[in-house]
């Protein structure tokens, strides 16, 4: 089939992309999407109440397969001065970001012993670090380098909360999640850093043309998106009932509320008074 895309919506600015990227995100879009129906029947065959390693997948997936839709239709782009001219920009992908970079961070944080307060505020510097690279993206300016830097900085807060921050606290389940948290934590923070190097070298300095900065972040988007959450499935349906339990989001069953005891309700019933000591 002919790939007609670009047809119906051509592409704007000096720098573009051309059918063969195209051709590249419809295969990625592809990829993705298998990837969601694989990750829809998987979450079916869950039967714990705590659902939310099993629908994270789901989420992420489905945001990826709408995002790469519409950058292979050559849609959700803007045209920005770049060095040299002016350059397709894809607003569209930091949209899959901001949406999906917090939710990989959570089905990670979820099995350690961090209250809510210290994941949601994990939670928030992902968007910080999505933010920075969008807005930098539009500037036009050497002034995007500044939220270059504000990314960056977030992204290394990032690899501190996960490695550092994290194991202050005793891991809420056994040996075998924590020994899978540190492998998948490692494998996010690889990928995630190889991001701001394509950012530097297209939205940033315009080193490489629009078609090579989609194959870069296809590939990244695939690994740290569908393979990724292939580790991550597999290492879920290892967990026992108990593991998916202690994976809770709740306040309380992270010692952020305590537990007081009720005050004794009056019965009528007078309370016994010290003993009486006869004098007679």
């Given at each position: 089939m002919?790939n ?28 993705m ?33 709408i995002a790469?839709?519409s950058?292979a239709?050559?849609?959700g ?29 959570l ?6 012993n ?12 992902s ?15 050497s ?11 977030a ?71 569908p ?20 994976a ?16 004794a ?16």
């Open positions: 002919v007609k895309a670009l047809s119906n919506n051509p592409p704007a600015g000096d720098f573009h992309i051309t059918t063969h990227a195209s051709d590249w995100l419809w295969a990625v879009f592809s990829v999407l298998l990837s969601l129906l694989i990750s829809l029947f998987w979450t079916g065959l869950g039967r714990h109440r705590n659902k939310i390693p099993y629908q994270i997948p789901v989420v992420v997936l489905t945001v990826a397969s790469y839709f950058m239709s050559d849609l782009f803007a045209v920005i001065s770049n060095r040299g001219g002016t350059r397709q920009v894809w607003y569209v992908r930091y949209i899959q970001w901001f949406i999906n970079a917090p939710l990989i961070l089905g990670l944080l979820i099995f350690t961090m209250t809510v307060s210290d994941i949601l505020t994990t939670l928030f510097f968007w910080v670090v999505v933010v920075s690279g969008l807005i930098g993206a539009l500037v036009s300016s002034y995007k380098w500044g939220y270059y830097a504000f990314g960056l900085a992204l290394f807060y990032l690899w501190y909360r996960l490695f550092g921050h994290s194991l202050r606290y005793a891991f809420r389940v056994g040996q075998n999640v924590r020994s899978g948290y540190w492998g998948l934590a490692a494998y996010v923070a690889f990928i995630w850093t190889l991001y701001p190097i394509c950012w530097g070298l297209s939205e940033g300095s315009n080193t490489i043309s629009p078609t090579s900065e989609m194959v870069f972040y296809g590939i990244l988007d695939i690994v740290a998106g393979l990724f959450l292939f580790f991550y499935m597999l290492r879920v349906s290892t967990l026992q009932s108990t593991d998916l339990s202690a809770s989001l709740s306040a309380a069953d992270r010692g952020e509320i305590e537990h007081k005891e009720a005050p309700r009056d019965t009528g019933v007078p309370a016994p008074g010290p003993p009486q000591v006869s004098t007679t």
